[in-house]
């Protein structure tokens, strides 16, 4: 069965680091995707996309220029760098992966595999 598994969440202080992964099971890997973002009270935010390939991404206007996609196909992994991290970075994060279309970006509703979220803590 397809699955995501995310890692690498946790508390930072403001200024610092962090690397999400997300490995994915299944042939779910060979779709574009995506990492999202939710508070409490809030709806999910997209943060950043990428294709099959590598090829295309894309980011937040607020995490661009700080935070970068990348996948290693060979291990089934994508990731998500996060430098210059601020206290409104903190979030759960979630992986997806959309099977049914070619690019999901940045519509939620295009993605029909998601990851059980990591929490990340930005402390100012």
């Known amino acids: 069965q397809a699955q995501l598994v995310e890692s690498g969440g946790g508390l930072v202080q403001a200024g610092g680091s962090l690397r999400l992964s997300c490995v994915a099971s299944?042939?779910?890997?060979?779709?574009?995707m995506g990492w999202f973002r939710q508070t409490p009270g809030k709806e999910r935010e997209f943060v950043a996309a990428?294709?099959?390939?590598?090829?295309?991404?894309d980011y937040a206007d607020s995490v661009k220029g700080r935070f970068t996609i990348s996948r290693d196909n060979a291990k089934s992994t994508v990731y998500l760098q996060m430098n210059s991290l601020k206290p409104e970075d903190t979030a759960v994060y979630y992986c997806?992966?959309?099977?049914?279309?070619?690019?999901?970006?940045?519509?939620?509703?295009?993605?029909?595999?998601w990851g059980q979220g990591t929490q990340v803590t930005v402390s100012s």
């Open positions: 997806a992966a959309s099977s049914r279309v070619l690019w999901g970006g940045r519509n939620s509703a295009a993605y029909d595999y």
């Open positions: 299944g042939r779910i890997f060979r779709s574009s």
């Open positions: 990428i294709t099959w390939n590598g090829g295309i991404t």
